[in-house]
């Protein structure tokens, strides 16, 4: 079963900035996308869940200087995607 990407207005600002400053990773993020909707345990996402400040979200990554960070609600399929952008920007 699929899981829901939430995209909220937030996220969507935060997307477009990101991928106009990094056009050339365009096919990565939206790569890590589909994995991410179809199965979010897939290896090659590196889910984990985040701590300290950011306690309740979890992380992918889209390569390794580049992540998403969200919110993953197993019980109900729901993937709310709160960032996107840098390590250290997202973090």
Do not use: C, W
Request: no cysteine; hydrophobic share 35%; proline share 4%.
């Amino acid at each position: 079963m699929k899981y829901t990407l939430i995209y909220t207005d937030s996220y969507i600002k935060k997307a477009k900035r990101f991928v106009k400053e990094h056009p050339e990773l365009l096919t990565q993020y939206e790569k890590t996308l589909k994995i991410l909707e179809i199965n979010p345990h897939h290896p090659s996402l590196r889910l984990h869940p985040l701590k300290g400040k950011l306690k309740d979200l979890h992380s992918v990554s889209i390569n390794i200087s580049y992540r998403i960070t969200l919110e993953f609600y197993f019980n109900d399929k729901e993937i709310v995607l709160v960032n996107v952008g840098h390590h250290d920007d997202v973090y």
